[in-house]
């Protein structure tokens, strides 16, 4: 081998595994936080009565409260039951005291409706409170929705967003809000501003989820030219397209519990059948049946980040073709990075030891993701 060709050769492998050592390097989704977080909110009511339903990272709400690592490190959702119940005072306060609804520069006073339940999104713990508010005054005008949870003072996490989807006195709409824009008015929302957060909401939770990032890289390990990666990837994204938007719509409701630990689970068996059946007969059919069949449960996860499962939410279909438009972007962009390096590795030698280099941490670390997940749903 020509010097040059091997140097391009150290270069290629270098920056493969760097990128596969950079995703590997994120915490799993079921096992911690990232360094930052998206808190939920469904506002719903008329007159002067609404109700809020709030959906946080159960050991961020945790240890924002300030409780003990008993109560943060709690897994299991009947033992993370048991802690918000037995927290409930603190929690409650920590939760109304940034999260306000206000009619006429007043405030609305809240009060807790229910027990705290835990459930799975994103294979993580999210602790699910619903609060009560009762709004002084007269009985029209717009509300405003303001959020200060988890904010970057409090150097838990940084940069936390709050997805709020909203039904009050017929208005209904969704924002996301952050620290330089917190509040909402549920009087009418401005469609392009809402229209670019939603792409790029689409465009980082791709970038940033390292399951589907390595779901994709899994699908580029096995393809063999460019013909290939262009119908597996049509075939991913028409899939998970009509998911994310059967669900995101209410039309298709599938649990948290199960869908999470299934992508785990197909990334290991796409990461091994790139590897082992690369060069067999038919395993061009066998990767596009593969990344359309496991493409619709990567749907049913991106429609689980927006946090919308009601059947009204077609109302809010553009925003959620903005966001699924992010992640087609961004996984074009991904595509376009990563596959000429493999291209080029492939026409070494060093392929049969680089791509099951590769392959075996990919395959570890999701059978990790899957039972950890499954043992988060428990």
């Not at 995703?23 to 360094?35: G, I, S, Y």
């Not at 929705?145 to 969704?174: C, K, M, N, Q």
Request: hydrophobic share 50%.
């Amino acid at each position: 081998m020509s010097r040059p060709r091997a140097r391009r050769l150290r270069a290629t492998l270098a920056a493969l595994l760097t990128a596969l050592a950079a995703l590997l390097a994120l915490p799993a989704p079921a096992a911690a936080h990232d360094a930052t977080s998206t808190a939920y909110a469904e506002v719903r009511g008329t007159a002067r009565h609404l109700e809020a339903t709030l959906d946080l990272e159960y050991d961020l709400l945790m240890k924002s409260a300030w409780l003990y690592a008993e109560a943060y490190e709690a897994k299991g959702r009947t033992e993370q039951r048991r802690q918000l119940k037995a927290n409930a005072e603190a929690v409650t306060g920590y939760v109304t005291e940034r999260f306000a609804i206000t009619r006429d520069d007043t405030d609305c006073a809240p009060r807790r409706v229910g027990d705290a339940d835990v459930r799975d999104r994103g294979g993580r713990a999210f602790a699910v409170l619903t609060l009560a508010y009762d709004c002084p005054g007269p009985a029209d005008g717009p509300y405003r929705v303001s959020s200060a949870l988890f904010p970057d003072a409090e150097t838990f996490v940084h940069s936390t967003r709050t997805i709020v989807h909203y039904d009050v006195d017929g208005h209904r709409g969704s924002q996301v809000l952050t620290a330089a824009e917190p509040t909402l008015t549920t009087d009418g929302a401005d469609e392009p501003r809402q229209l670019g957060e939603f792409f790029v909401l689409g465009a980082e939770h791709l970038l940033f989820g390292p399951d589907h990032l390595l779901f994709l890289l899994s699908l580029l390990i096995g393809a063999r030219g460019l013909r290939d990666v262009v119908g597996t990837a049509t075939a991913f994204t028409a899939a998970h397209s009509v998911t994310f938007l059967l669900a995101a719509t209410g039309l298709v409701t599938v649990p948290g519990a199960v869908v999470e630990p299934v992508i785990a689970a197909s990334i290991a068996v796409v990461a091994l059948a790139g590897l082992l059946l690369r060069d067999r007969r038919g395993s061009d059919r066998w990767r596009l049946t593969a990344a359309f069949g496991f493409g619709l449960v990567h749907g049913l996860g991106f429609a689980g980040a927006l946090g919308i499962n009601e059947s009204r939410s077609w109302e809010l279909l553009l925003s959620l073709l903005s966001f699924n438009v992010g992640i087609e972007v961004m996984q074009l962009v991904l595509i376009a990075g990563a596959f000429p390096l493999l291209r080029l590795l492939r026409r070494t030698p060093a392929q049969r030891w680089a791509l099951p280099a590769l392959t075996v941490p990919i395959v570890l670390v999701s059978l990790y993701w899957c039972w950890d997940r499954t043992a988060v749903a428990l």
